[in-house]
Nanobody
């Protein structure tokens, strides 16, 4: 069965950093592009970042996180990462990883940015 398990969320002060991880199983991870989404209370779910399959040479980012967030992957660990720097209160949301072009989602991990 397909599984995606996020971790690394938590409470952080504005300007701080977190690294989210998503460990996947049940499919050939290296063949698939991956995405990170987030959803804040009362707001629409939005695409945060994406990374191509294989070596992950192609990445995309929402304008709101460009220059602050970095998506990467380690195919040997079946893991996709989201490094989040210079965090802002508006980054507060539940963050989800997802397989591109599939309805395969993780359970989400909470990120709260607050003083």
């Amino acid at each position: 069965q397909v599984q995606l398990v996020e971790s690394g969320g938590g409470l952080v002060q504005p300007g701080g950093s977190l690294r989210l991880s998503c460990v996947v199983s049940g499919f050939p991870f290296s063949n698939y592009a991956m995405r990170w989404y987030r959803q804040a209370p009362g707001k629409e779910r939005e695409l945060v970042a994406g990374i191509s399959g294989g070596g992950g040479a192609i990445t995309i980012y929402a304008d709101s996180v460009k220059g602050r967030f970095t998506i990467s992957r380690d195919n040997g660990k079946n893991t996709v990462y989201l490094q989040m720097n210079s965090l802002k209160p508006e980054d507060t949301a539940v963050y989800y990883c997802k397989v591109f072009q599939r309805e395969w989602w993780g359970q989400g991990t909470q990120v709260t940015v607050s003083s």
